[in-house]
């Protein structure tokens, strides 16, 4: 048997941590179930994993992301991330955490995943639906095997309502046209203006056929 492949040789950022309350239970919960070097290094794994190959990732350019800053902090919702083309900061509500306390490692690393594919993934000159975005970072955590139990394989009204509605939507497109689906679809996206036609460049369909396909699948 021959051996095993090295890992590709990704493009690791700088990782720093800022916990505005470490008295907080969120921010004791965090630290009890979270490694974070390790699990940040895991889910920048994870986004390029899913949505680029080893030829095609964001290298080392001027353009590339260099630092993510992860901010624990007490706010509504649970977590959001901005930033510019090299410097990337995701804020967590720790009020989350503390609220999924019986599994709080598994959504931890779910919200991380997520929140690290919007550092990383493209968006059509921001031209993106955002229900696009917010479903191909739902579909890489999927891909994950961090899906949350409460998701629902339901196809909802439309297929860009984001979220786990749009990451099922697009598991199915990858299951049916195979493997890199999705990876070609996003990499359609880079440096150029949306439009739904990608789609069909990556499928042969337009996405409102797949949505109907899928939708009857179901």
Same mark, same amino acid.
């Given at each position: 048997?021959?051996?095993?492949?090295?890992?590709?040789?990704?493009?690791?950022?700088?990782?720093?941590?800022?916990?505005?309350?470490?008295?907080?239970?969120?921010?004791?919960i965090f630290f009890q179930c979270i490694q974070p070097a390790v699990d940040l290094r895991g889910a920048v794994l994870n986004s390029f994993k899913w949505l680029y190959t080893p030829d095609n990732v964001p290298t080392?350019?001027?353009?590339?992301?260099?630092?993510?800053?992860?901010?624990?902090?007490?706010?509504?919702?649970?977590?959001?991330?901005? !930033?510019?083309?090299? %410097?990337?900061? &995701?804020?967590?509500?720790? /009020?989350?955490?503390?609220?999924?306390?019986?599994?709080? =490692?598994?959504?931890?690393?779910?919200?991380?995943?997520?929140?690290?594919?919007?550092?990383?993934?493209?968006?059509?000159?921001?031209?993106?639906?955002?229900?696009?975005?917010?479903?191909?970072?739902?579909?890489?955590?999927?891909?994950?095997?961090?899906?949350?139990?409460?998701?629902?394989?339901?196809?909802?009204?439309?297929?860009?309502?984001?979220?786990?509605?749009?990451?099922?939507?697009?598991?199915?497109?990858? !299951?049916?046209?195979? %493997?890199?689906? &999705?990876?070609?679809?996003? /990499?359609?996206?880079?440096?150029?203006?949306?439009?739904? =036609?990608?789609?069909?460049?990556?499928?042969?369909?337009?996405?409102?056929?797949?949505?109907?396909?899928?939708?009857?699948?179901?």
């Amino acid at each position: 048997m021959p051996p095993t492949p090295p890992p590709p040789d990704w493009p690791i950022p700088t990782f720093t941590l800022r916990v505005e309350d470490v008295a907080h239970p969120g921010a004791i919960i965090f630290f009890q179930c979270i490694q974070p070097a390790v699990d940040l290094r895991g889910a920048v794994l994870n986004s390029f994993k899913w949505l680029y190959t080893p030829d095609n990732v964001p290298t080392k350019s001027v353009t590339s992301v260099k630092s993510i800053l992860l901010v624990l902090r007490s706010m509504p919702g649970v977590a959001h991330t901005f !930033g510019s083309s090299t %410097h990337k900061e &995701i804020h967590f509500s720790l /009020e989350h955490i503390n609220n999924c306390a019986s599994r709080a =490692r598994e959504e931890i690393l779910g919200v991380l995943t997520h929140e690290v594919v919007h550092c990383y993934q493209y968006n059509a000159k921001g031209q993106c639906p955002g229900g696009l975005i917010e479903g191909v970072a739902d579909w890489v955590r999927l891909q994950a095997g961090l899906g949350p139990p409460h998701w629902k394989r339901s196809p909802g009204d439309k297929w860009d309502a984001g979220y786990e509605a749009t990451a099922y939507f697009l598991e199915w497109i990858e !299951g049916r046209y195979g %493997h890199g689906t &999705i990876q070609e679809l996003n /990499e359609s996206m880079k440096d150029v203006e949306y439009d739904e =036609r990608m789609f069909k460049a990556a499928t042969g369909r337009r996405v409102a056929k797949l949505w109907r396909l899928y939708v009857n699948s179901n």
